[in-house]
Every structure is written in structure tokens, then in C-alpha cells.
């Protein structure tokens, strides 16, 4: 698409670095990423460097390609949003990547009202699979392009964020918006880190954040 740079690998590659900086051992952790794709995206980057990965993906056809390129780890098949909002007593992980889509996705079935957006419904939800001191990186969209197109999208973007100028976002706001939800699901957050993943146009609009959190004892 006209005008998009991608840092698919550089992107990955930084984050790593920047979380070496902060002393994080990744062969120290479990990770599950949620929305697994190929893998090929990011979860390559972070497979090999892990103690173990599971992997969640929705489409079936992923499923061969998933179990050829990550031999040693768990594959399931499933709705990763539906399977944690839904289900009790799941596994506990200490890496949650989640690598959603942008925009709105899924479909409309019995029972939901609306599709699902971006990671607006996982993110309240991770406290299910998480242990008490957690890294959580995840996909944030400072600026989308095309709004006027997608008008849904601008309005779950809008509720999600308190009803903000969703189209241009501060990294100082978005940084303490997550810091804020956070907190309200019990974890307090030891340190924050963030870089870019897509370009469009020069601007810097999606970013991956990584927060390392820690569950509130008081």
C-alpha cells in the first residue's frame, strides 16, 4: 500500500534489544502468542529466544505452516477473545504477545452484538492467563489513516480511549491510558518501553508496547 513502511523485522529486532537493556532474560519465559498467523510476522523473532511458546491462531490453515515452523510448540486452533473471555482455569503465561489485527475483524455470531476491535477486548481479559509478574507486548495504532472510510472503527476507537481524538494520539497519553488499565485490573507497571513497527506517510503510527507488570498485593 502507498505510502506504508513496514519494520517487520527491525521493529521485533529493537524491542528485543530494548528489553535486554532493561535486564529482561526471554529464555526465562513462557510465552503465548494469540494471534499466531504464520508466525512469521513476529513470533519467529521471540520463539527462539524463549523458554517455551504456545500458540493461538483462529484460521485452520495456518495450522500445518504454524506446526512446520515451530516443531517444539503447542498449536491451538481456536478463538483466542471468545477462549478467554469465556473459559475458566487456563494456563498462566509470564510473555503474552498479542499481535491482533488493526480495525474491526471477526463475525457478527448469536449471542455477540459486535465484531471485534483491535485488542479492546482482549486486553481487559488478561489477568485470566498471566502470572503475577508478566511481560504484556501488544499492538497500539497512534494515528490510522482512512478513518473516514471506517467509521465503526472510529467509534470503538473513541469508546475504548474515553472518547479522545482517536486519529492522532500522544505516546504520553496512550503510556498512561494503559498504565491506568492496568492498574484498575491489579498490576502496577515496573517499567514501559515502545517502538515503531509501521510508518505511513513519515508518521510513526503503530507502535509495539511492551509493559512489564507486576500484580498489586495490597
Known amino acids: 500500500m502507498k505510502g506504508i513502511v513496514t519494520r517487520w523485522k527491525k521493529g521485533p529486532k529493537e524491542l528485543i534489544s530494548k528489553l535486554a537493556q532493561k535486564g529482561v532474560e526471554l529464555e526465562k519465559f513462557n510465552a503465548l502468542e494469540m494471534f499466531g498467523r504464520n508466525g512469521t510476522w513476529h513470533t519467529s523473532f521471540f520463539a527462539d529466544k524463549v523458554k517455551s511458546i504456545e500458540i493461538w491462531e483462529i484460521d485452520k490453515k495456518w495450522e500445518k505452516k504454524l506446526e512446520k515452523n515451530f516443531p517444539n510448540s503447542k498449536i491451538k486452533i481456536l478463538d483466542s477473545i471468545k477462549t478467554i473471555k469465556e ?25 455477540r452484538k459486535e465484531n471485534y476491535c483491535e485488542h479492546f477486548e482482549i486486553l481487559p481479559e488478561i489477568s485470566k492467563i498471566i502470572q503475577d509478574e508478566s511481560l504484556v507486548i501488544f499492538n497500539i495504532n497512534r494515528c490510522p489513516f482512512d478513518y473516514d472510510k ?10 475504548f480511549y474515553s472518547n479522545t481524538n482517536t486519529n492522532n494520539m500522544s ?7 494503559y498504565t491506568n488499565l492496568f492498574q484498575k485490573m491489579g ?32
Open 87 to 111: 473459559e475458566e482455569n487456563l494456563k498462566k503465561f509470564n510473555l503474552l504477545l498479542i499481535d491482533n489485527p488493526m480495525n474491526i475483524f471477526g463475525q457478527n455470531q448469536e449471542g
Open 150 to 159: 471506517y467509521p465503526l472503527w472510529e467509534q470503538r476507537r473513541k469508546k
Open 171 to 177: 505516546l504520553e497519553f496512550l503510556h498512561e491510558f
Open 187 to 218: 498490576f502496577k507497571t515496573i517499567f514501559y518501553i515502545n517502538t515503531v513497527r509501521i510508518f505511513y506517510f513519515e508518521n510513526d503510527m503503530i507502535y509495539y508496547f511492551a509493559y512489564y507488570l507486576k500484580k498489586d498485593k495490597k
